[in-house]
């Protein structure tokens, strides 16, 4: 059956097209997202949700998505998704992060254009038919020092802009390197050097407790005086009211907002004073920027929904196509490793840890960490999945370490897990073989070469004679057949164990006639997900 994709705000008719050529089902509802109610009504019918702004993903409507398995937001900001709760839910959240890079930074030079020379007043002026040359008398940008605060994505692109424009660029940017700042062209420095030498300051970093208020009235009174500042990031960056109080003063000489500490902005200290220009979070509003977010957002749903590529994920690590068609072999196993561990262990799990060794320590980790965790978690939460995974083991306190090493033993790769709790370790290894079928090659320690499949059994037996006999004949006798048997052991009369692949599920009347023969330690049955 083919997924089916809800589009609840305005998107471009070509995006929509493109998840129809790509044989997604998809309805098309833009004004759907702003009745809460409607969108709760139908949303349980949908794989997919792409959205804008207007569409509100709560906890209510993520309780009533009851298949939703992507949500995918047409732009940067989704602060109208509740993460945590599409988390705990298993639902991917996706955003479109480069579609509207350079119409943002664009936006954002020409704020600093129009706040150096007065624009939107000298227009608004000249409109009235007053001509007021002396009353505007602006500064030029050439020669100027700007301060970057935030040289990613859209920061670099400004400052990349600025230089053509000779600006002198120093950034201020925790992530930013000695060797890239070169690369750009750029100066780094520590944010107090740059609010000392910046003629203008421009803000690019996302709204997080570490950058809240980053031009706070502290931070402001260190800027030089006659500073210029421009927000087309996030609002929330800038004390808003100790900036008009200096706006006031003259210690800043202007500004230029496209974004606000509340939105819709209808009222803000910096409202109606001098050389401010404000508008109205325009930054991706242009048509390139909006056909390029909708195409993208289309895409990447698509690819997510039919080959299990992961793009631009705010809660998962991202898959690229390419990595999902080599990974998906190692993904299973690892969700087979764990799910081994997860149906063995009957007490609260303490720690988690994973060895890579070779070619799987070479692979998107993330990922193959999520796969593990989904696989234990999933016998006591069934409904959990590699996004919710990660945050139900987190709440119940459960640490999961990685290791990696370079290949170590016969097998070009493979995966190892152990799983710790109070009272023991237990652990379990696999690999994928040529065929791209996993396959278990160790359990406690003890190397085999196992089949996977969907029902199985799993015994401990002290090594002595009569174990495949007595294996074979029970299972005969009732009418379970075996598709592959496997057995291992330590050394000889020491710990043993056996693995058997069945055709169909193992009853409790079976199992009771094993353990009453006396003859193993241990009797338990295995599902998995093949």
């Known amino acids: 059956m083919a997924p089916k994709v809800l589009v609840s705000d305005k998107l471009s008719e070509t995006a929509v097209q493109i998840f129809r050529d790509r044989g997604i089902e998809v309805d098309f509802e833009p004004t759907l ?5 409607a969108l709760a009504a139908k949303i349980g019918d949908y794989d ?24 995918a ?50 227009s608004a002026s000249t409109h009235a038919g007053k001509w007021e040359k002396s009353k505007f008398m602006g500064v030029e940008l050439t020669n100027k020092t700007l301060g970057v605060i935030g040289a990613g994505n859209i920061g670099g692109i400004v400052c990349d802009r600025a230089l053509g424009l000779k600006m002198k660029v120093v950034a201020y940017d925790p992530f930013l390197s000695e060797e890239k700042a070169d ?89 109606n004073l001098p050389n401010v220009v404000c508008t109205p979070h325009l930054g991706a509003a242009t048509t390139e920027a909006q056909e390029n977010v909708a195409l993208q957002v289309a895409e990447q749903m698509s690819d997510y929904l039919l080959t299990g590529a992961v793009q631009n994920a705010l809660n998962m690590p991202s898959v690229t196509a390419e990595e999902a068609k080599v990974m998906g072999p190692w993904i299973k196993l690892a969700e087979h490793l764990g799910a081994f561990v ?25 990922a193959l960490d999520c796969a593990v965790i989904a696989g234990l978690m999933k016998p006591q939460t069934p409904d959990v999945n590699m996004v919710s995974a990660p945050v139900v083991a ?41 065929d791209g079928k996993p396959r278990f090659i160790q359990i406690k320690g003890i190397n085999i070469d196992a089949e996977i499949g969907s029902h199985m059994l799993y015994t401990t037996n002290d090594d002595v004679p009569g174990i495949i006999g007595t294996l074979g004949k029970t299972m005969g006798e009732n009418g379970v057949n075996i598709a592959n048997f496997t057995l291992g052991r330590k050394e000889t009369g020491g710990d ?12 409790d009347d079976v199992l009771n006639t094993l353990r009453d023969t006396g003859l193993f330690n241990s009797v338990s049955p295995l599902e998995f997900d093949v």
Request: hydrophobic share 45%.
């Open 73 to 122: 937001r047409a732009g940067i900001g989704t602060d109208n998704v509740d993460k945590v709760a599409a988390s705990k839910a298993g639902v991917i959240v996706m955003n479109t992060p480069f579609g509207n890079m350079i119409t943002t930074a664009e936006h954002a030079i020409a704020m600093m254009f129009a706040v150096a020379r007065q624009i939107p007043e000298a």
């Open 394 to 434: 987190a709440d119940r306190g459960i640490k999961t370490s990685t290791t990696t090493q370079a290949k170590g033993g016969t097998f070009d790769g493979y995966i190892k897990v152990t799983v710790v709790t109070a009272n023991r370790e237990r652990s379990i290894a696999g690999t994928v073989f040529s």
């Open 183 to 271: 690369s750009m062209g750029v100066e780094k420095v520590e944010l107090d050097e740059l609010l000392a030498r910046a003629d203008f300051i421009t803000l690019h970093v996302p709204l997080i407790d570490a950058t809240r208020n980053i031009l706070s009235r502290e931070n402001l009174l260190k800027t030089k005086a006659g500073v210029r500042i421009i927000n087309c990031a996030r609002g929330g960056l800038v004390d808003e009211e100790a900036l008009a109080d200096l706006l006031k003063s003259g210690h800043v000489a202007g500004a230029a907002f496209d974004v606000f500490a509340e939105e819709p902005a209808t009222e803000n200290p910096l409202f």
């Open 33 to 37: 997202g702003k009745d809460k109610d």
């Open 342 to 366: 997860g149906q063995m262990t009957d007490e609260p799990v303490k720690a988690v840890n994973i060895l890579y060794d070779g070619v799987a320590s070479e692979m998107n980790l993330k």
């Open 48 to 71: 997919g949700l792409a959205i804008r702004s207007a569409t509100k993903v709560t906890d209510k409507i993520l309780e009533a998505a009851t298949n939703l398995k992507v949500v």
């Open 496 to 507: 043993a164990i056996a693995l058997l692949y069945v055709d169909h599920g193992i009853s």
